[in-house]
């Protein structure tokens, strides 16, 4: 008997060149089952996440690219690594003790995602490998997209038998700076270029969210309860059924684009926090994070854009679970803060499991 047969793996193969000319690997991480995650590289990014339907076929269920170079810009941020801060930060600006912050405004006066040359556009060292899990390095300097601070900051994929994609994010800060990590994949359970994410049904385990001000989509600073309202997912419901609700806060964001605020948050506590079916495919998703807030985006402003495999994508065809703090929470101190200070060392961990239903 083979004793190499139904082992779990990690392969290494190139990806491509970039522009400059400087070659990618990307890494397999299969699991015994064939079910795998493919991540780079090149922004520490999520290339592909397949994993079986009902009917025992391997689906991608990721969007994203083929070629290296379409991630060079990746507009949508297709599985991205984002840190320093995800989300947003209202006009750029932030104080860490008596010094101001100011940040590159990407969009509207926002900064977004920490600007346009974010960790998902930096080349990550891979700092370990074993049978299921890559772990990439890499130093962010003081001053990098404007934030204070060396950052040195680690982020390891993690796949089990169990068809789960663990991220577990770590960072250790020489001075106060931000460390709000996310990852920013856009889901489809029936396979990426498959259409309409619409008719998934979606769970989240979260009585409030955070209310925005306007289109510029920088909350209020208050909660709100969902009960009552199309926020709410604390049952199943198709994505689509309240989408175009009239209802201000949908009308603001062209659909749901929105934080919410978990319940049973304690720090440490890795829990579920939503989860999401397709009827079509047969295939569920569980999130679960020992972060306190998830936001839920519908992938309402993706335009048609050619992607992996030949297809294209559109409105909806993609949705995202993005696990953090509080939008603007740098600058809102009833927030859970983001701030990681001086030699500390910040872990969080943010798990998604899938399963045939």
């Known amino acids: ?33 064939g079910a795998y995650a493919v991540v780079t590289e090149y922004g520490a990014i999520l290339l592909q996440l397949v994993v079986p339907d009902k009917e025992g076929n391997q689906t991608d269920v990721v969007l994203g690219y083929d070629d290296v170079k379409r991630y060079e810009s990746n507009s949508f941020f297709f599985g991205a690594t984002i840190g320093r801060n995800g989300n947003r930060i209202a006009n750029g600006r932030f104080r860490i003790g008596s010094q101001e912050v100011i940040l590159a405004q990407n969009e509207n006066e926002n900064n977004l995602h920490s600007g346009p040359d974010g960790m998902e556009k930096k080349i990550w060292k891979v700092e370990e490998q074993d049978e299921n899990s890559v772990t990439f390095y890499r130093i962010s300097p003081d001053g990098e997209s404007g934030f204070p601070g060396e950052l040195r900051i680690s982020v390891k994929y993690e796949f089990t038998e169990e068809n789960e994609l663990k991220i577990y994010y770590k960072g250790i800060a020489e001075e106060a700076t931000v460390m709000n990590f996310t990852n920013h994949s856009y889901f489809n359970l029936n396979g990426e270029g498959s259409g309409t994410i619409l008719d998934h049904n979606l769970k989240i385990n979260a009585r409030y969210y955070t209310p925005v001000l306007d289109a510029k989509s920088i909350p209020t600073g208050e909660y709100a309860e969902v009960a009552g309202t199309p926020m709410d997912f604390n049952s199943y419901k198709a994505i689509g059924k309240d989408i175009e609700a009239d209802f201000d806060q949908l009308k603001f964001t062209g659909g749901f684009d929105h934080n919410y605020v978990t319940d049973n948050y304690a720090k440490g506590n890795c829990r579920k926090i939503a989860s999401v079916y397709s009827d079509q495919s047969g295939i569920q998703m569980e999130v679960s994070s020992d972060l306190p807030c998830v936001q839920f985006y519908a992938g309402n402003f993706i335009t048609p854009h050619d992607g992996k495999s030949g297809h294209t994508y559109d409105k909806r065809d993609g949705f995202c679970l993005e696990t953090q703090v509080e939008p603007n929470a740098v600058n809102v101190e009833e927030f859970h803060s983001p701030i990681l200070k001086a030699g500390e060392t910040f872990t969080t961990v943010t798990g998604y499991r899938f399963y045939v239903k």
Not at 1 to 27: A, W
Request: aromatic share 6%.
């Open 1 to 33: 008997m083979n004793d190499e047969v139904n082992k779990m793996s990690v392969t290494v193969k190139e990806f491509g060149s970039l522009t400059n000319g400087e070659v990618i690997n990307m890494y397999r991480i299969e699991n015994t089952s």
